[in-house]
T-cell receptor, first 115, second 115 residues
Framework: DQQVKQNSPSLSVQEGRISILNCDYTNSMFDYFLWYKKYPAEGPTFLISISSIKDKNEDGRFTVFLNKSAKHLSLHIVPSQPGDSAVYFCAASPYSGGGADGLTFGKGTHLIIQP | KAGVTQTPRYLIKTRGQQVTLSCSPISGHRSVSWYQQTPGQGLQFLFEYFSETQRNKGNFPGRFSGRQFSNSRSEMNVSTLELGDSALYLC??????????????FGSGTRLTVV
């Protein structure tokens, strides 16, 4: 049973527009959420995270929103740039920063930014 | 500052063989985690080591094992390889003590192909 779901395998967005990537989770014990970006032949790169005590975290062009009651989070990228084309993974942990149990990842969304 | 180094980058093995993959974490990082990435399952947690001790293990058969040395370098071993073990194996290191904030940095991975 998949505990972290990214239901859109791919998403195409025009350059300059907003990209919205969605993630749903089922485990109510998850307390900390992260987004990673991955280019082919490279490891995932940490983008942004959010703790369950917050509903929004912003870092430059990237904003993550968390709706705990709906068990849903989203990553907004605005404006979208060609270099944003990559696979984006949503990840969750039961600890507010804990590493012992590892991260549970979604299967990823391939974001394609069109010129 | 050198990143997480994984060797080898690519590996081809035949069914039934065993394989050992290596990961050198960022200097000063004591936590090392391993993940398997496949197209169908996404990123799945294998195990995490901290100070030479396995802290947690994901849902993988006993053919998958690992260890960490006193210098924090880690190896993972897969015995009796199966075709389904073909995947990208990613190592991530962190300065954090398990239970504290994340700061995972991933390596570029080892692409294992089993034929």
């Amino acid at each position: 049973d998949q505990q972290v779901k990214q239901n859109s395998p791919s998403l195409s967005v025009q350059e300059g527009r907003i990209s919205i990537l969605n993630c749903d989770y089922t485990n109510s014990m998850f307390d900390y959420f992260l987004w990673y970006k991955k280019y082919p032949a490279e490891g995932p790169t940490f983008l942004i995270s959010i703790s369950s005590i917050k509903d929004k975290n912003e870092d430059g062009r990237f904003t993550v929103f968390l709706n705990k009651s709906a068990k849903h989070l989203s990553l907004h990228i605005v404006p979208s740039q060609p270099g944003d084309s990559a696979v984006y993974f949503c990840a969750a942990s039961p600890y507010s920063g804990g590493g012992a149990d590892g991260l549970t990842f979604g299967k990823g969304t391939h974001l394609i930014i069109q010129p | 500052k050198a990143g997480v180094t994984q060797t080898p980058r690519y590996l081809i093995k035949t069914r039934g063989q065993q394989v050992t993959l290596s990961c050198s974490p960022i200097s000063g990082h004591r936590s090392v985690s391993w993940y398997q990435q496949t197209p169908g399952q996404g990123l799945q947690f294998l195990f995490e080591y901290f100070s030479e001790t396995q802290r947690n293990k994901g849902n993988f058969p006993g053919r998958f094992s690992g260890r960490q040395f006193s210098n924090s370098r880690s190896e993972m071993n897969v015995s009796t390889l199966e075709l389904g073990d073909s995947a990208l194996y990613l190592c991530a290191s962190s300065f954090s003590v398990p239970g504290t904030n994340y700061g995972y940095t991933f390596g570029s991975g080892t692409r294992l192909t089993v034929v």
